[in-house]
């Protein structure tokens, strides 16, 4: 496990919340948007509650609303109505500023096509969630990216430009940048959905070492074998959760 900075990592204001809460919770969320054609809506009157240290794959067809759930989990988007409570915060309470604090201090998100800032060389990248949130000093910013790349077997790339990657590094330089101001959720949306089945079972692997470190981990797929292996699966159609 890695060493955390010598200073601790600030995190958001405490909760009312006990110690025990789910991590997620999820009350009633219902998300519509205004199209065209008319109110669309995207997720009815979700129910959903993920404790800490589960491993949960979210599986379904495009459109079934499980981007918009994932959305709703990150801040990324609002609700139209209901709850959406993540590690004790309630995030429609906050306001963008507060939210994208939030976010960079609790949060590590992983995307399907890896969003690397292409100029910037792979321990910047890493650095990144570490230099928006003002956490530790500029030595201890580099010091922690280095001990991630090299958990990543990727300390030999830390000056180079993405690029210059496969994509399977790429997603692992993803995951560090993640893990840069270890958070205790990772959402991953589709981190294997260009990968070959090789290197999509080695992300796996490090997503269920995350989880028995005690990290909870939420994965977006559609592969439905890596689903199967997760410690929970939760099926999302017409904007509803059908199975879980």
Same mark, same amino acid.
């Given at each position: 496990?890695?060493?955390?900075?010598?200073?601790?990592?600030?995190?958001?204001?405490?909760?009312?919340?006990?110690?025990?809460?789910?991590?997620?919770?999820?009350?009633?969320?219902?998300?519509?948007? &205004?199209?065209? %054609?008319? #109110?669309?809506?995207? !997720?009815?009157?979700?129910? $959903? +509650?993920?404790?800490?240290?589960?491993?949960? @794959?979210?599986?379904?067809?495009?459109?079934?609303?499980?981007?918009?759930?994932?959305?709703?989990?990150?801040?990324?988007?609002?609700?139209?109505?209901?709850?959406?409570?993540?590690?004790?915060?309630?995030?429609?309470?906050?306001?963008?500023?507060?939210?994208?604090?939030?976010?960079?201090?609790?949060?590590?998100?992983?995307?399907?096509?890896?969003?690397?800032?292409?100029?910037?060389?792979?321990?910047?990248?890493?650095?990144?969630?570490?230099?928006?949130?003002?956490?530790?000093?500029?030595? &201890?910013?580099? %010091?922690? #990216?280095?001990?991630? !790349?090299?958990?990543?077997? $990727? +300390?030999?790339?830390?000056?180079?430009?993405? @690029?210059?990657?496969?994509?399977?590094?790429?997603?692992?330089?993803?995951?560090?940048?993640?893990?840069?101001?270890?958070?205790?959720?990772?959402?991953?949306?589709?981190?294997?959905?260009?990968?070959?089945?090789?290197?999509?079972?080695?992300?796996?692997?490090?997503?269920?070492?995350?989880?028995?470190?005690?990290?909870?981990?939420?994965?977006?797929?559609?592969?439905?074998?890596?689903?199967?292996?997760?410690?929970?699966?939760?099926?999302?159609?017409?904007?509803?959760?059908?199975?879980?």
């Amino acid at each position: 496990m890695l060493k955390l900075f010598a200073r601790p990592i600030p995190t958001a204001a405490a909760s009312s919340q006990p110690a025990a809460a789910p991590m997620i919770e999820l009350r009633n969320v219902v998300k519509q948007y &205004e199209t065209a %054609a008319g #109110a669309y809506t995207a !997720l009815k009157g979700i129910d $959903l +509650a993920i404790e800490r240290g589960e491993f949960v @794959a979210v599986v379904g067809k495009s459109g079934s609303g499980k981007s918009t759930l994932i959305n709703m989990i990150t801040g990324i988007d609002r609700p139209t109505a209901g709850m959406v409570q993540v590690a004790g915060t309630d995030l429609v309470r906050l306001d963008e500023g507060r939210l994208a604090e939030w976010r960079g201090r609790n949060l590590g998100i992983i995307f399907q096509f890896f969003q690397l800032l292409p100029t910037l060389t792979v321990a910047e990248n890493v650095m990144l969630p570490m230099d928006f949130c003002d956490i530790g000093t500029a030595r &201890e910013r580099r %010091a922690r #990216a280095a001990a991630l !790349l090299e958990r990543m077997e $990727l +300390a030999e790339h830390a000056d180079k430009l993405p @690029a210059a990657l496969s994509g399977g590094q790429q997603q692992r330089v993803a995951i560090a940048r993640a893990l840069a101001n270890d958070p205790g959720l990772i959402v991953a949306d589709e981190p294997t959905g260009n990968l070959d089945s090789r290197t999509a079972d080695s992300i796996f692997h490090l997503f269920e070492d995350l989880v028995a470190q005690g990290k909870t981990v939420m994965m977006v797929t559609h592969d439905n074998d890596l689903a199967r292996r997760a410690g929970r699966t939760v099926v999302v159609a017409d904007g509803e959760i059908v199975s879980s």
